[in-house]
């Protein structure tokens, strides 16, 4: 083996990215750690392309200086995200020097670069993260420490109750002492859930079962103009659990949601799988792989506002009026579905109503069908769709992979953005991708004028709602194409396809 090759086979085992760049950042040479980072199955699907298209819009800037300085002969570095290929976000810190030419002359840019992700993620958690985990150990430390003065009250308490006559006059203080002391007991115990400090008894459960259930017992108790249903999938959803907390849980959303609806609507629980891939979770930020059983509670209320929606699970946050509640249901929620490994969110729109899914790992993973695994992602011809979205990180992320997969994109951050863009460029564009709900105007009104200016034009829905509220709720066309976000990468681009040539 002569030198050039030794020397080519050892970059090629690094476990960091080596790369040579030309002087206008296009890609020249990539070892396969390289490749692997950019989710490229060959190198061809990225030599000669600008590698500052994979470069996350907010660091392309920095990024295209770090490559002039390097051109113009000094070393630079520089952390950023990119977006691969397959549209998995990851951190990377590239080092970048001068690379010479046989006669001294400087023919390129050498760069080596180091995923650090994990390390990005580890250091950088979210600061919803920190403050609920800081309320949590703050409620359990409160909570244990007032039972501890409950349990003196509660004994002299019924020392006094014991002592007292039954015509003693101070009997009856005694005895309100003890109902209140139980009132403030069931406080604490909520306390305690919030802050996952209970103990679970886990046995394998029938989600699906379990909806049925308790949206039975539910419905019962509803009284006037409010309806309440069950669409549970076909799909077995055993999970792992304790059955009276997932209960609970799902009581305490659903009791949100009556109170939502109070004067009349709709509450709709469905459940569903999703399998979580390391892709989605690059893009939303939260999860953790494997195939999960999904669990949605729909209102058809007046639905909340960005800042209240931040706010809901902390423990004590109410927008219930004085003594209509303490604020603790949904915060129980919380603390019930992450002791289970599961997580919850949240989306609303003020008029329209809101959901809740509850995602819970199921207890038997099944393997992904290899066929589907290893199936080939749809990729685009080159043509030009039209995306609005008000959602910033939503709007960058799917314009990156629509981008790498093929597709011209033009981008839009309300509805009358999007209507403009339209009315200048519609004669070029393929589809339209609208949220539903955006300041300004929201996609059902741009959708209507779209199909006035050109009925042919093909478009899809997206909302974070599922996809029998939004039909309902919205008035929304049963043969108009929708997404639900989240969406996988995957999923997406299939959707487009088959929507495009449908």
Partial sequence: MNNASHLRGVIDSLPVCIMLL?????????????????????????????????VAPEFRSTFQTLIRK??????????????????????LDTHAVPFRGGHGSRAAILAVTRDTTERVQREGKTRYDHKMEAIANLT?????????????????????????????????????ILASTERASHLTKSLLAFGT????????????????KVVRSFSGEVEGTVTVSAKTTPADLT???????????????????????????????TTSTLELED??????????????????????????????????FEPFFTTKETG??????????????????????????????????????????RPRDEAAASAVIPEGKGETILIADDDAAVLQVT?????????????????????KLFQEQGDRVRLVMLDLFMPRKDGKAVYEEIMRLRPDTRVIFTSGHTADFIHHRVLLDQGVPFISKPVSPRDLLSKIREVLES
Avoid: C
């Fill in 22 to 54: 030309g002087a206008d950042g296009s890609v020249l040479e990539m070892n396969p750690a390289g490749l692997f980072m950019v989710e490229a199955d060959s190198f061809d699907r990225i030599s000669g392309k600008p590698y500052q298209h994979i």
């Fill in 70 to 91: 390097v051109a113009d002969g000094a070393a630079d570095s520089l952390e950023y995200q990119i977006t691969g290929l397959l549209g998995t976000r990851r951190w």
């Fill in 140 to 176: 359990s430390g409160i909570a244990h420490d007032f039972n501890n003065i409950l349990t003196a009250i509660i004994g002299y308490a019924n020392v006094m109750k014991v002592k007292l006559r039954q015509e003693d006059p101070l009997r009856p203080m005694a005895l309100q």
């Fill in 197 to 212: 400090n209970q103990i679970l008894t886990l046995e394998p459960l029938d989600l699906n079962e379990t909806v049925r």
């Fill in 239 to 269: 999970i792992m659990a304790d059955r009276e907390e997932i209960e609970r849980a799902l009581l305490n959303m659903l009791a949100n949601a009556r109170d939502a609806v109070a004067s009349g609507g709709d509450i709709t629980v």
């Fill in 279 to 312: 892709t989605f979770i690059a893009i939303h930020g939260y999860g953790t792989k494997g195939t999960y059983a999904v669990m949605a509670v729909t209102d058809t209320g007046s639905g909340m506002d960005e800042k209240t929606r931040k706010k809901v």
């Fill in 324 to 365: 209509k509640g303490v604020g603790l249901g949904l915060a129980i929620v919380y603390g019930i579905i992450k002791s289970h490994r599961g997580f919850v969110n949240v989306y609303s729109e003020p008029g329209i109503g809101t959901t809740f899914k509850v995602y819970l790992p199921l207890s038997d993973v």
């Fill in 399 to 419: 314009t990156s992979v629509l981008e790498q997969f093929g597709y011209k994109v033009l981008r839009a951050v309300d509805g009358v953005e999007a209507l």
